[in-house]
């Protein structure tokens, strides 16, 4: 019979390692078998229950067997703008067998180069029908998935390490995460100061969270420096699961020494001996190079004992995965993760600051945030604050998608507009805007004027364009879809509330709505709002919410006109089918549809 001591020896039966465990098994195994289960349980004093738990939380682990070749396929809003449902069917028909899995899959961050898929971990982009069968063909033919990669993508993708045929489209290199950079330049130049006045220059610098949120950075470094423990951490938060989010994958790719140098500024900052990355599983691909960035960074004394040679700093970073759950990007259910849990988030107070990883105070800070304090520290704040507007320092970096001529990732300073934006990306013809992703404000050309910035349009980086033509009921719905399956179910509002959001929009959409549910879904939307436990549901009603604000004639031209109420159910239509077999007329009287 098959054990799993390798594996579990290898992670030294590390409870905090059981995802890494468990993505091993299912590497291995193709699935979390009942024997795995069990012998995880036994080895890491957990119940099998707790393990179990753990397997069925996360999208990219099974108890059950997902075939020779698992094809997770993206099915986020611009992959259907791309073609998905001819690549889907082109799987579905070639795969007549058990050899391939097909599973629909949330953004897996490539929405530039859609439709998009990871086979056996590796990543697949610009798919086609055709391509779909070829690939399908080679499987049953023997080759592994690596081996009908083809040609590869640019910069790092192309490095022994990573081999893969994502493309970086870096479309414009601004003056701050691709500007000039030393490498060591941050590390030094904050061990030549006290912590205190790192904290200090960063506060200087209004440096926002670059996640979307925008909590000033170097009050947070300050927070958590203040807290008394046995431990500091330093989390960076690389689970970058926003639909059409994709400008961390870019910086992980290509910058990693500058977001590993500001994990180290930041460690300094507030007395941290370690720091975890915590790498989303759709990236994993690019975990050998990051390891072996580190390595070399190790070898170079800006990571390990003594580091840039402060006697009085010694830091280093691991890596740890995730394993595809969308609320893991919210920082506390991120942290339950990174310690081998269900990514549920966590009731606050305490805050991360407060009690964070392994309980002990902890700054979370997202890629980008991470990566512009290094040059922050390299360069000075008052260098930084020189760039966007009073209240948005800096620079930003956008991840541009759907109907424009130039999708790729676009580093502008704040204080830009929409509509110059789309000038530059070719697609000055958009009828509609998507900006902060699902979570955002979807726009129509009256809010085109509006700038990206903190104090206007705050955006994690997503920008989503949709030309003419498009149905923006088709983008509400898949965006509605994606919260009411990532919803991790813990509180009523989000769990519940998102379902029937959803009905009540379908039930719109398809001429079956009145002036009242048009003001419910307002009223409903704005309750799940503000009774849901954590950002998920605070912001899961915004596509239906923000369309409603932005595009009320499309919706007021599907209600009925003077009707105070129109139900869900016709009995004349649910008769139909049944009658139209048997060669009868409905013999109800009228239909409640009428």
Known sequence: MEDFKDILARRKKDPGRLLDILADVQAREGR???????????A????????????????????DSRGRAAVYLNDSVTSRMNGRAAVARAFEEEAADALIGLFPTSCIGMNDQEPSAIINGVVFTRLTAERARDIVRGLRAGASARDLVGTYGDGANQSD??????????????????????????????????PEQVVEEVRRSNLLGRGGAGFPTGLKWDLCRKEKADRHYVVCNADEGEPGTFKDRVILTELPRLLFEGMAVAGYAVGAREGVLYLRAEYSYLKARLESVLDAMRREGLLGKNVAGSPDFDFDIIIKSGAGAYVCGEESALLESAEGKRGEPRDRPPFPVQVGYQGQPTTVNNVETLATAAQ???????????????????????????DCAAPGVYEVEFGLTVRDLLDMVGGGDAQAVQVGGPSGTC????????????????TGGSVIVFGPGRDIFEAVASFMEFFVEESCGWCTPCRAGNVLLKRKFEK???????????????????????????G??????????????????????KVRTGADFVPDFDLGEALQEGCSAAGRQPECKESLHD
């Open 161 to 194: 390490l990573v081999r893969a045929m994502v493309m970086n489209d870096i479309r414009r290199r601004g003056p701050v995460l691709f500007g000039p950079f030393e490498p060591g330049s941050a590390v030094r130049a904050a061990v030549s100061l006290k």
């Open 536 to 557: 998920l549901g605070q912001t899961s009603p915004n596509p239906i919410l923000t369309t409603l604000q932005n595009f009320r004639g499309l919706y007021e031209a």
């Open 32 to 42: 979390v078998p009942p024997a795995a289960v069990a012998e995880i349980a036994r």
């Open 376 to 402: 922050v520290l390299a360069h000075g704040a008052a260098w930084f604050t020189s760039m966007g507007t009073p209240k948005s320092a800096g620079t930003k970096l956008l991840s541009v998608s759907g």
């Open 508 to 534: 719109v959409v398809a001429g079956r709505g009145a002036a009242r549910d048009l003001e419910e879904l307002e009223a409903w939307g704005k309750l799940v709002k503000a009774t849901s436990r954590c």
């Open 44 to 63: 890491l004093k957990l119940s099998e229950a707790e393990v179990r738990g753990v397997v069925t939380f996360y999208h990219f682990f099974s108890l």
């Open 443 to 458: 726009l129509s050309p009256a809010g085109f004027d509006r700038k990206v910035c903190f104090s206007d349009l705050a």
